[in-house]
């Protein structure tokens, strides 16, 4: 991770909980795109609509690590991105709180540039890779990885 | 997998499609918990209420293979359980439909037993071990795993 | 109502209920929108697709008269047409379950026939208002219309 | 409503959109609801725990304006409190946008005090009552009023 990651703060939504009375684990993946659409306006500007200019997630991973309960401040999202190749991208994430230092879990994400118009996978431009770069984070710490101790 | 593999049927919600006109990739993720719902109190029996005997989600890794569309018709969602330990088991998913051999996703939840009371994880019983078992199948083929060729 | 009044059964889904344990009142309405789709099969056939050709609601109106709970039952939402104008028409809903008399929400529901590539609402065509014809019902009884004891 | 009527900025999600690439008529619901969960900790403070002192909704009504899109901007939900009985009371709701004058919808929504131990209503307190005729407002303009022309 860079010095100064890059984060999102996205709000959580009293309803985000289940009958467990905490965030669903559902809940935490839509948390995790809500902060991705804020990022990739603020990656690839503000011209770029994600509705014309798609992005696929191909794959996902997360680690739930604490419970989340709503309390009105908003979840903060870190991101990094961990791999680039042609057409796809790796963005890893932490699910924190604006203040405190608990992590409530960790993710990985796998977007695919996609033209949606031709239903084809699509380059990446110099420009994109050049702003992930800028944006460049280590791999998430995810369990399947062996970097936390198994639950 | 087993000569029958164990499948549930859940509806799609024509709201489970996002603004591309596809099932959105979080409601992937909820078609794994609905069926997961209905999978538990099969496999453990109307008894076992999930409010009072919670199973947590720690981990869950979900590859999207194919663009899945609302048409009516339920996702037919296989499970087996590929691991069993002291306190927890991973299922494996494939996403699909009644008819038809298209698999949309795949995926596989690492879930937790726990005691919601005293919240601490517990030790899974016999019985449920032995249901467990009933239901063995196949570590889901991630591409993490090196099972599929990587998109 | 007709003596055989229409219905829908769809599924309730477990993430349905929030915090306190029951089905969310945001959940009841997009159980009315899940048996609307559904209808709207039945009433206009398969060839009409709800993508291309809308149907906007424009109105709608609830009372909740019982908490509903999760319990691996669908919920029943019985409909019936109670208004028809030259663009758009009420369908009056009430939810319940297969089995049992309670009602635990009635509901209306204003829609408005659109041209999506238009941006226009259009008339209804005769066979639209023919099949609405076919499911006519009684005015929901809604507590704003005094047919109820007011809470 | 008074000079300067409560108000709550509230996020828009990208998968608050449906299909049709406009915020879904049950995502509009799920506005209200976040809104008044901010609202109600405005209104009786932080130490009233929704979870344990619970207002239910029994009742809501919705009229659909103008078509919402997802912008990165929140929405804002003008409240007013336009009716206190013993136990109950109506809170309208206008939604818009922090800048513009554009009204996307509007609606009433029926709040009961409800003591969840006892599982029965409760009567409002002095001061929740002092509370709420602080943002009293004006009905909302419904259609079913006659407060607007019919569409």
Known sequence: ??????FVDVAVRW???????????????RLLEDARVYALRDWFGQDRDLIDDGLLVVRQE?????????????????MGCSRI?????????????????VTYAVAE????????????????TETER?????IAGDPAPLRSRGTRAPR
Do not use: K, W
């Not at 991770?1 to 890059?6: G, L, N, Q, R």
């Not at 739930?64 to 903060?76: E, K, N």
């Not at 994400?109 to 990446?124: F, G, N």
């Open 1 to 6: 991770m860079p010095a100064d990651p890059y």
């Open 15 to 29: 309803s985000d909980m289940d009958a467990y009375g905490h965030v669903n684990n559902v809940a935490f993946v």
């Open 130 to 134: 050049a702003q992930l770069c800028a």
């Open 109 to 124: 994400v796998t977007l695919v540039a996609y033209d949606l118009q031709r239903s084809t996978p699509r380059r990446l």
């Open 85 to 101: 190749s042609g057409a796809s991208f790796d963005i890893g994430y932490a699910v924190g709180r604006p203040e405190g230092d």
């Open 62 to 78: 997360i680690d739930y690590l604490a419970p989340l309960t709503f309390d009105y401040r908003p979840a903060r999202i870190t």
